[in-house]
């Protein structure tokens, strides 16, 4: 309980929590704070210690539909679980004050305690430059604690959900309590804190929640959560865009803010490709009961779980979830596109059925989507096998429920109306269909023109290089110490001192 003493002392405001921690002025640290200090980094590292020791569940084997008999028995023979759950709204008042401190940067002297730490630097450059050591010891040592402590308190958070288990889910109103201790302030945080949130918090609380608290619980949690992240990074991607644009006309910026923008720009790589790959996560996962032994007869790759089928189904998701995965392969990311390829065809299987409920124009949106995608990862040779074979599929599984998808194709310039109307009768109509690599070869001539180039490759073809006088050819000294023509010669040679 020593941390739930500290959280009431340090918890009820986020200037009072830099107060008490020293780090509102950039004074030398006394006594008295560098032992406040270490008191509850030393509370929240017990906090951490006791959670990862109770953390034995296996994910892949938990039980989806718990009894209430179940979760009694549970309190029963582990009590200590209750105790956990009575620290919880503690550490959730703790981290809402934390994400609170960036909105206290204007009644503060010491403003660079709140940017990143040495070691965060690292992470995101790759090595540490000066401009990581610009600032004094005393606000290193600030910055580095802010970050030991966010990354323990949600690393614990994880922990949390695996030891309590189905006791934590099926609290009443977990969800919304959550939203408006956690969720609502997210906002706040820099970016390079955020990857540890998704990491340390958000994949082990929702594989480790029960099917059963799906509706109740995680629905509710996860629309707010994708919402937020999915806003979150497309406003950074446009930043980046409108960053690029202006950098292009700019011959003198000055170094530091350039190296600032750099590091931004790097962050935002690295938070786009988790999300997505904790989004993929969320939409394959399975546990071991409902993993299939063989695979899928259309030969996907990617097959959606029964998480992944109610995110789609959940009417606070599904919108949000084709916003996201349509919207990314448009990110100039090529991993996420790359990744995102497999995923988006068993997403729109899935979604645009006989019996959806979701608008037929929206479909029609998503495909422009991943001819967009060519056009910003079509140079990539790979990337551009992988989206072409996507949106092949893509087309044929909404051809006849959506004729819109024709319209869409004629814009692009090396698709002609009459060689599509020939490929849509070989495909729907014709009593012996192409096979695979016929349909991949016509399709990819339909999209040729949709493929984004670089800038060296637009013009390769105009390269003329008339009456091009020839090199003369070099001629390599003979540097050799043995001479072919006698042996006897060839051993003076090489014992000779000049040599």
């Known amino acids: 309980m020593v941390i739930v003493i500290y959280c009431f002392r340090a918890c009820s405001d986020p200037l009072k929590l830099l ?66 759950i009575n620290i919880l709204p503690k550490l959730f008042d703790l981290l809402k004050q934390y994400s609170l401190l960036w909105t206290c940067e204007d ?83 820099p970016l390079h804190r955020l990857s540890k949130v998704m990491k340390a918090f958000l994949k082990p609380f929702v594989l480790c929640c029960p099917l059963k608290y799906y509706e109740s619980t995680l629905g509710p949690f996860l629309s707010a959560v994708l919402k937020f992240l999915f806003n979150r990074i497309s406003d950074e991607w446009e930043r980046v865009k409108v960053f690029s644009q202006v950098q292009k006309g700019k011959t003198n910026e000055s170094e530091g803010s350039e190296s600032a923008e750099v590091r931004e720009e790097r962050s935002i790589y690295s938070l786009s490709k988790e999300f997505i790959d904790l989004l993929a996560i969320f939409c394959t996962f399975k546990r071991k009961h409902q993993k299939e032994k063989s ?81 910003v990862h079509g140079a990539d040779e790979m990337s551009r096998s992988l989206l072409t074979n996507s949106i092949l599929q893509v087309y044929i599984h909404l051809r006849m429920q959506n004729p819109e998808l024709v319209k869409l194709m004629l814009m692009v310039p090396s698709c002609k109306e009459d060689e599509l109307q020939a490929f849509d009768m070989s495909v729907f109509a014709a009593e012996t269909p192409l096979t695979d690599n016929q349909r991949k070869k016509i399709f990819r001539s339909f999209v040729s023109a949709a493929c984004g180039k670089t800038v060296s490759g637009l013009y390769k073809q105009n390269i003329e290089i008339k009456d091009l006088p020839a090199l003369a050819a070099r001629i390599k000294p003979n540097t050799s110490l043995l001479d072919e023509t006698s042996e006897e010669a060839a051993l003076c040679n090489l014992f000779n001192p000049a040599n």
């Not at 992470?123 to 030991?148: D, P, R, W």
């Not at 959606?304 to 448009?330: D, H, M, P, R």
Request: charged residues 20%; negative net charge; aromatic residues 8%.
């Open 19 to 84: 107060i008490f921690l020293g780090m509102d002025k950039q004074t030398n640290l006394t006594d008295e704070v560098e032992k406040r200090r270490k008191e509850l980094l030393m509370a929240v590292y017990l906090w951490l210690s006791t959670t990862r020791a109770l953390a034995f569940n296996n994910e892949d084997e938990l039980n989806d539909y718990p009894s209430d008999e179940d979760i009694k028995m549970q309190l029963q023979q582990f009590p200590w679980i209750q105790y956990m």
């Open 107 to 189: 009644d503060i002297n010491n403003k660079n305690v709140l940017l990143h730490s040495a070691i965060e630097h690292q992470g995101i450059m790759g090595s540490i430059t000066s401009e990581a050591h610009n600032e004094g010891e005393t606000v290193g040592k600030g910055q580095f604690y802010l970050c030991t402590l966010h990354e323990v308190l949600y690393s614990s958070l994880g922990y949390s959900c695996n030891a309590i288990g189905a006791s934590l889910y099926s609290l009443t109103g977990l969800a919304e309590i959550m939203v408006n201790k956690l969720v609502t302030h997210w906002p706040h945080l």
């Open 295 to 375: 695979k899928p007869a259309d030969g996907s790759i990617e097959v959606l779980g029964k998480l992944g089928e109610f995110l789609l189904s959940y009417q606070g998701t599904n919108l949000t979830i084709l916003c996201t995965i349509f919207t990314a392969v448009t990110w100039p990311d090529t991993r996420v596109a790359m990744k995102l390829s497999h995923l988006a065809v068993s997403i729109v299987k899935k979604v645009f059925t006989s019996g959806n409920t979701i608008d037929s124009t929206i479909s029609a949106q998503l495909f422009m989507q991943l001819l967009k995608s060519l056009q």
